[in-house]
């Protein structure tokens, strides 16, 4: 999605310009005091209202579009094959047999099988909170999974917030691209005893060029980077939603791999490893090279 992102953008400049020059427009015409007025106007509400920590996310979150996600196909795997083994530990030793592990996950040998994962502070803090719960909490399937959603509510709710914050923008943009040429227009009304016919013609041509970035800027870039932002959320929220599967349904009492397999079942079909695929990773089939023989 990093490359596609830019190219969408590229694409979106290049049609416009080219289109506004086949037609016989003329570039001169997009002045930058108008540019300044509707970016800064636009900027300026943004960060009013905003708390500091939505802008803050709102900027990295734009930035990262041009990152690949986090959370591959082959990071998947790592991160059901870590739950997998967690359930089992647990299974064969006990639950508190997990305890060391997940008071200190950057010192677990099980966690430090997975250096992708553990990179992952949010998702390292999340899965050790929920299996402090299996380990202490007593807790019945339902009251388990219950809790699971509501802070899974959270953190889509919170995840979600730039993405929110960035659209509000774009909505304000065309706006904005009025008070634009509205000033435009002032401007050029004062300069009418002035000006001959030609030069008023220009003036109004270039403050209608303010409506025009306004409705450019709030379609054509905020907007889609607003909407990748939101699928963005979306898709790293899955990784949260699987772990919740898989421990829940280990706490049913299914076995760590039907468990593992009913996270599988939630991943979208791009990152989804196939079933036999799994099957192979979690059972370790490859075998090691036999010692030689003297």
């Not at 990071?75 to 508190?96: A, I, N, P």
């Not at 008071?103 to 909170?129: A, G, N, W």
Request: aromatic letters at 8%; one cysteine or more.
């Amino acid at each position: 999605m990093s490359m596609i992102a830019l190219f969408g953008s590229v694409i979106v400049v290049l049609s416009v310009v080219i289109g506004f020059l086949m037609a016989g427009g003329n570039l001169w015409l997009w002045h930058p005091s108008e540019i300044v007025v509707i970016i800064g106007a636009a900027l300026g509400a943004f960060i009013t209202s905003n708390s500091v920590k939505t802008c803050k996310a709102a900027f990295a979150g734009a930035i990262g579009l041009l990152k690949p996600l986090p959370y591959t196909r082959e990071v998947y795997v790592e991160l059901l094959k870590l739950v997998f083994d967690l359930l089992v530990k647990s299974r064969k030793e006990g639950l508190l047999a997990i305890e060391n592990d997940i008071s200190d996950p950057k010192k677990s040998p099980v966690f430090s099988k997975y250096p992708k994962i553990l990179e992952d502070d949010h998702m390292i803090e999340f899965i050790t909170d929920c299996m402090r719960l299996m380990v202490g909490g007593n807790l019945d399937p339902n009251e388990l999974e219950a809790l699971l959603d509501y802070e899974l509510e959270t953190h889509h709710k919170e995840a979600h917030e730039p993405a929110h914050a960035v659209q509000q923008v774009a909505d304000a943009l065309p706006g904005f691209g009025i008070v634009a040429a509205v000033l435009g227009i002032v401007n050029t009304m004062a300069a009418v005893a002035d000006s001959t016919s030609a030069e008023l013609g220009a003036k109004v041509g270039a403050a209608l060029v303010g409506t025009f970035l306004g409705i450019l800027v709030a379609y054509g870039f905020v907007g889609p980077i607003s909407s990748a932002m939101k699928g963005r959320a979306e898709e790293e929220g899955k990784a949260f939603e699987v772990v919740k599967m898989a421990l829940v349904a280990s706490v049913r009492g299914y076995p760590p791999q039907v468990a593992v397999e009913f996270a599988r079942k939630l991943l979208f079909s791009d990152v989804r490893p196939t079933f036999s695929d799994l099957e192979d990773s979690l059972k370790n089939k490859a075998k090691a090279p036999e010692p030689p023989k003297t």
